[in-house]
């Protein structure tokens, strides 16, 4: 008897390993039949690589120049594009691009099926580091813009300067829009036509990189300048949900007048009143400031007013005269031509472009004359004593100043140093 329970016992033990091994084979193979199944499911739901909005996957991509004289349509037709798609691009690119934009030099690329026709199914033309253009070859042509992923990065910078500005940005490696924009900056406290050898500036900004490729400055903010030994800084606050620059106690860096009506120029000619005119040849008072620049460089209105003036004179050539307030008026003459919409009794704002550099009247090269009155008298634009616009409000003073605290900080812990020649052959602009 104990012998047969013995026996049963064991029997149902060797049937339950039986039994479990079978489960357990099966599950493995389950296991191993479904993991195919599910590495394709991962696979067909894996998203398309995009480039400009298009599934490249999809395409044979082609990289082209554009070669000289070549317009889009010289260019769609020599990749098969229909002459009924090529006849659309006036109507279909009007509201988007400017066909007659496109440049020799400027990349674009294709997208061409991937079957014997090889046919043509998108064109992206490279505008610009940031722009580009989309047109899309189907029943219709279809244009639209669109723009590359740009990413700032916030850099701290230095120099010292000992010829000019642009100098110091190539001598020390940085993007020469960053001149363009501290000369913005400082417009009112710094004479960028008379900067010194041993000028100084620190800068905290972003500059744009799509991809690996610096595309352009963004936002400054923060900047020191030390101009002729007197130090400026510059900290980017919003006030009155307005964005501007302010010293360290909240002073605003913008004045009534901007210190120059055009950027990186040299001055030619100063005010007098017994200047040898360099066409008559006879002594006469030349109540101004020349700014000797290329024909067509912009100029700007140095501060907010209304247009008073805008003709021409035999003397002055295309002139513009704006009165600023009861005190103060300035002319600028012997422009090429005028600012858009420049005419007598337009508002006109500071910084507005009112005209372009040219030699209309008695000029004997490209130049802009600067005129300055004061209460109708004429005083010397260079010597003029602009007051600031409003500084910031006591109740917005204490958030100012810890929000500015640790740029600050960022600015006075960079060290200055020497980056060019000791010797130069410009001592200022």
């Known amino acids: ?92 690119a009007k509201d988007v691009f400017d066909i007659r934009t496109v440049r020799a030099g400027n990349q674009y690329k294709l997208f061409t099926t991937p079957d014997t026709t090889n046919s043509a199914k998108y064109l992206v033309y490279e505008h610009s580091q940031v722009d580009y253009v989309v047109f899309h070859f189907g029943d219709e042509l279809s244009v639209t813009r669109g723009q590359h992923n740009i990413v700032p990065v916030t850099r701290i910078s230095e120099a010292e300067i000992s010829s000019s500005l642009w100098e110091a940005m190539k001598s020390h490696n940085l993007n020469p829009v960053l001149a363009l924009d501290l000369s913005d900056v400082f417009a009112w406290a710094v004479d960028f ?3 010194y050898k041993g000028d100084k500036f620190k800068a905290v900004y972003d ?4 991809g690996d490729n610096p595309v352009g400055i963004g936002t400054i903010h923060a900047a020191w300048f030390e101009h002729r030994g007197q130090k400026y800084y510059a900290y980017r606050y919003m006030q009155d949900s307005v964005w501007s620059y302010w010293d360290e106690q909240g002073n605003s860096l913008r004045k009534t007048f901007l210190k120059a009506p055009l950027r990186f120029s040299r001055i030619s000619s100063g005010f007098s009143y017994s200047r040898m005119h360099p066409i008559l040849k006879i002594r006469r008072p030349h109540t101004g400031v020349d700014y000797a620049a290329p024909e067509g460089t912009p100029v700007v209105a140095l501060g907010d007013g209304v247009v008073i003036e805008k003709g021409y004179n035999n003397s002055a050539g295309n002139y513009v005269k704006i009165r600023h307030n009861s005190v103060y008026t300035t002319g600028y003459n012997h422009f090429s031509r005028f600012g858009k919409g420049i005419a007598k009794g337009v508002r006109v704002q500071q910084g507005q472009v009112i005209g372009y550099v040219g030699k209309t009247g008695l000029a004997t090269g490209p130049h802009l004359d600067m005129r300055f009155w004061k209460n109708g008298k004429p ?41 060019f020649p000791e010797h130069s052959a410009y001592s200022s602009f």
Do not use: C, W
């Not at 996957?57 to 554009?66: A, G, L, M, R, W």
């Not at 500059?207 to 799509?210: A, H």
């Open 1 to 92: 008897m104990k012998r047969n329970l013995i026996i049963a016992i064991s029997a149902l033990i060797i049937i339950s390993a039986i039994l479990l091994t079978v489960i357990l084979t099966n599950r493995s193979q389950e296991t191993f039949l479904h993991e195919p199944i599910l590495e394709m499911m991962d696979d067909e739901i894996a998203p398309p690589t995009l480039e400009y909005g298009i599934p490249i996957d999809s395409f044979v991509v082609e990289t082209y120049t554009v070669r000289r004289n070549q317009t889009l349509g010289s260019i769609m037709h020599s990749h098969g594009v229909s002459s009924q798609l090529v006849n659309q691009l006036g109507s279909k």
């Open 193 to 195: 036509f008379g900067l």
């Open 207 to 210: 500059e744009l990189f799509v």
């Open 379 to 419: 005083i010397d634009p260079l010597k003029v004593e602009a007051p600031p616009v409003e500084p910031i409000k006591e109740e917005n003073l204490e958030y100012f100043a810890k929000s500015i605290a640790p740029l600050r900080m960022k600015l006075d812990s960079i060290s200055l140093r020497p980056v």
